[in-house]
T-cell receptor
Framework: KAGVTQTPRYLIKTRGQQVTLSCSPISGHRSVSWYQQTPGQGLQFLFEYFSETQRNKGNFPGRFSGRQFSNSRSEMNVSTLELGDSALYLC????????????FGPGTRLTVL | QQQVKQSPQSLIVQKGGISIINCAYENTAFDYFPWYQQFPGKGPALLIAIRPDVSEKKEGRFTISFNKSAKQFSLHIMDSQPGDSATYFCAASKGGTASKLTFGTGTRLQVTL
């Protein structure tokens, strides 16, 4: 099976802009989670989607949003970008059956100038 | 509030030696404890995971030891190899699934020849 894919891999934006990141889960996986990774804060949970519904949410401002499509692909959006949003954004997919282990993609490196 | 504390921050081990990374958690509701390995430019990869109904789990050279009363768990890498040089993260979640992982701060392991 192909792994989790994320596009784009790298992105440069300026403050105030908005950005959309995309994630395609492993075939058959219906749950998609998003994490932010920074040197200062480490890996932090953003949100989880299952069957097109947000099932869990982390402690991030409303500028961070996401959605999931009927084919389980997911997008996350960050509006009004701030310098502190520069990070590696990781997507993880899982199969809700069994132990629901999270399998991560390679991430999208977002730089905000 | 950091709910999962990981130590050490960095570790240098000689080839063939044992690498030991420790984590402590605060939330007694956590019931799933995975370890992830991350190489530069890659997303975290699931190494091994444990649930609190067992005190130890071994997969190849990797062993998790779990102490429920002390709220601690550790990763042991036996016969450490240069290819094991990576950053290791412990994590925890609750509710019987791997969703909404809370990560430790990471340990950068370097295995020298």
């Amino acid at each position: 099976k192909a792994g989790v894919t994320q596009t784009p891999r790298y992105l440069i934006k300026t403050r105030g802009q908005q950005v959309t990141l995309s994630c395609s889960p492993i075939s058959g996986h219906r749950s998609v989670s998003w994490y932010q990774q920074t040197p200062g804060q480490g890996l932090q949970f953003l949100f989880e989607y299952f069957s097109e519904t947000q099932r869990n949410k982390g402690n991030f401002p409303g500028r961070f949003s996401g959605r999931q499509f009927s084919n389980s692909r997911s997008e996350m959006n960050v509006s009004t970008l701030e310098l502190g949003d520069s990070a590696l954004y990781l997507c993880a997919s899982s199969d809700p059956g069994g132990y629901n282990e999270q399998f991560f993609g390679p991430g999208t490196r977002l730089t905000v100038l | 509030q950091q709910q999962v504390k990981q130590s050490p921050q960095s570790l240098i081990v000689q080839k063939g030696g044992i690498s030991i990374i420790n984590c402590a958690y605060e939330n007694t509701a956590f019931d799933y404890f995975p370890w992830y390995q991350q190489f530069p430019g890659k997303g975290p990869a699931l190494l091994i995971a444990i649930r609190p109904d067992v005190s130890e789990k071994k997969e190849g050279r990797f062993t998790i030891s779990f102490n429920k009363s002390a709220k601690q768990f550790s990763l042991h890498i036996m016969d450490s190899q240069p290819g094991d040089s990576a950053t290791y993260f412990c994590a925890a979640s609750k509710g019987g699934t791997a969703s909404k992982l809370t990560f430790g701060t990471g340990t950068r392991l370097q295995v020298t020849l």
